[in-house]
T-cell receptor
Framework: GAVVSQHPSRVICKSGTSVKIECRSL??????MFWYRQFPKQSLMLMAT?????????EQGVEKDKFLINHASLTLSTLTVTSAHPEDSSFYIC???????????FGPGTRLTVT | DAKTTQPNSMESNEEEPVHLPCNHS???????IHWYRQLPSQGPEYVIH???SNVNNRMASLAIAEDRKSSTLILHRATLRDAAVYYC??????????????FGKGTLLTVNP
């Protein structure tokens, strides 16, 4: 199979602090990983695309200095929400694309609550 | 971005077939049609994808219209575990072999026991 994990599954942090979310492809290599955000009763919104070893490409309207993405290896990408505020509370979902194929697999998501 | 149109919601009865429609009139020749589904508080799960020909796998079948402007996801026998939001997505190439999946609102499928 193709499994993508995320850690933590849920996190609560105080306003103004930073939180890091990890995304791992457990049994395949992923040159490209994606980060999505989903608010309650809404669809997934693509935030950024990250390629291993290079800078992430952010979608229009997504602050790159606030949502730091690192894709240091073929199996790990991290999203750091800096200076989090309550409006950043959301369900963050990562996705990994198998290298050299068009198959894209999603992680289980991370529920972030900023108090 | 290429867009898809799906009904907001559909209902089905357990063990009956379900046909989930999707319109994608602006599809281009290289766009693949992907279907994912999402259960509450979970990440999307891949269901099926196709380009021109109908496709079958263990989860579902995908019927693609001859002009490719619409497609239908077919669940042959719905179960309660099939209750989810189903997303029809066009995989649009964005340079070389790069692409991104843009999610629409999807169809909320309710399965009645």
């Amino acid at each position: 199979g193709a499994v993508v994990s995320q850690h933590p599954s849920r996190v609560i942090c105080k306003s103004g602090t930073s939180v890091k979310i990890e995304c791992r492809s457990l049994d395949f290599q992923a040159t490209t990983m994606f980060w999505y955000r989903q608010f309650p009763k809404q669809s997934l919104m693509l935030m950024a695309t990250s390629n291993e070893g290079s800078k992430a490409t952010y979608e229009q309207g997504v602050e790159k200095d606030k949502f730091l993405i690192n894709h240091a290896s073929l199996t790990l990408s991290t999203l750091t929400v800096t200076s989090a505020h309550p409006e950043d509370s959301s369900f963050y979902i990562c996705s990994a694309r198998k290298t050299a194929t068009y198959e894209q697999y999603f992680g289980p998501g991370t529920r972030l609550t900023v108090t | 971005d290429a867009k898809t149109t799906q009904p907001n919601s559909m209902e089905s009865n357990e063990e009956e077939p379900v046909h989930l429609p999707c319109n994608h009139s602006t599809i281009s020749g290289t766009d693949y049609i992907h279907w994912y589904r999402q259960l509450p508080s979970q990440g999307p799960e891949y269901v099926i994808h196709g380009l021109t020909s109908n496709v079958n796998n263990r989860m579902a079948s995908l019927a693609i219209a001859e002009d490719r402007k619409s497609s239908t996801l077919i669940l042959h026998r719905a179960t309660l575990r099939d209750a989810a939001v189903y997303y029809c997505i066009l995989r649009v190439i964005s340079g070389g072999s790069n692409y991104k999946l843009t999610f629409g609102k999807g169809t909320l499928l309710t399965v009645n026991p």
